[in-house]
């Protein structure tokens, strides 16, 4: 409550919060005993089921179909062999960026392992976390599309319109 608002329950002019007199309460509360409520009233509890992870409507591993489906694909790297020149592009600068030894980033046996470092370049930017900038125009572009290919080929037609058709069932605010 604002100091207003307080002034205003507390003052003795009653304006906020009127007294009740109850005559022979001691009686009243000796006949109620513990049902003092109108018609036996009792407060049951309302038990609500809250999902422990955001799973159930916001990530693929809510529904059993897109989670098969996704983990195959995308640990699939026949699904990516058009693309691997993306991934090769990009090695180079974000290994320097993120600071990861060049010979763990080419060690990375799958597209999505490289994407997910380029990911975590674009999240940290966004964030406003600096790295040193290693990418030039092209290079940059070409990280930055990583997501759009990943995005693309981990899902199968099917499986896309039921994944975000899940996620844009309830509005998130």
């Known amino acids: 409550m604002t100091s ?16 009740i007199a109850v005559t022979d309460a001691a009686t009243i509360n000796t006949q109620l005993g513990v ?6 009233f009792v407060s049951l509890p309302v038990y609500t089921f809250v999902e422990k992870s955001v799973e159930d409507d916001v990530g693929f591993g809510g529904c059993h179909v897109c989670d098969v ?15 691997w020149w993306v991934a090769d592009f990009v090695r180079d600068p974000i290994a320097e960026s993120l600071g990861i030894p060049t010979v763990e980033i080419d060690a990375m046996p799958a597209f999505p392992d490289v994407y997910d470092r380029t990911d975590v370049y674009v999240t940290h930017e966004f964030e406003g976390i600096p790295y040193p900038d290693t990418f030039d ?5 070409e990280m930055r599309s990583m997501q759009k290919i990943e995005l693309v080929y981990m899902f199968t037609r099917d499986t896309r319109r039921l994944a975000f058709s899940r996620m844009l069932s309830k509005p998130m605010a």
């Open 137 to 141: 125009n092209n290079t940059c572009l």
């Open 35 to 40: 049902e003092a409520l109108p018609n036996g």
């Open 4 to 19: 207003g608002e307080q002034q205003a329950v507390s003052s003795s002019s009653g304006r906020g919060m009127p007294g």
């Open 69 to 83: 489906t996704v983990t195959q694909r995308r640990n699939s790297n026949s699904n990516y062999i058009d693309y």
